[in-house]
């Protein structure tokens, strides 16, 4: 299956998990009618400079980012650290947040996956 550029679902959360202005979020493939694993998003967010997604945690997931484009600023649990493009970032039942502190658009490919029930 294919999909467009242009024809991705998207959507824009304002203060997205008590974060700072605005999270755009294009849907790449939809959980449940599309994706047959258990995964929750898979998507590309855009935060403009100055947007952030606030502090919070995955109970019984884990999220990755790869950043496809920006300077980003990120709490990985306490641990304050700076990524770039090419970076990725694994969190998993431990509280993240993002920050965009660059001057361009923070673009990441974001997956979030149900952990397996032991």
Known sequence: M???NDEFRSEV?????????????????????ELKADTRMFGRLTLLPGCSIGFHEHQGEEEIFYVLSGH??????????????????LTGGA????????????VLLAVINRWKQQ
Do not use: C
Request: charged share 35%; no cysteine; aromatic share 4%.
């Open 2 to 4: 294919i999909r467009r």
């Open 13 to 33: 959360r304002r203060e997205m998990r008590s974060g700072k202005g605005e999270v755009k979020i294009e849907h790449l493939w939809e959980s449940g009618s």
């Open 72 to 89: 980003a600023k990120v709490d990985d649990n306490g641990t304050i650290s700076e990524v770039f493009s090419g970076d990725t970032i």
């Open 95 to 106: 509280g993240h947040a993002i920050e965009n502190v660059g001057q361009d658009p923070l």
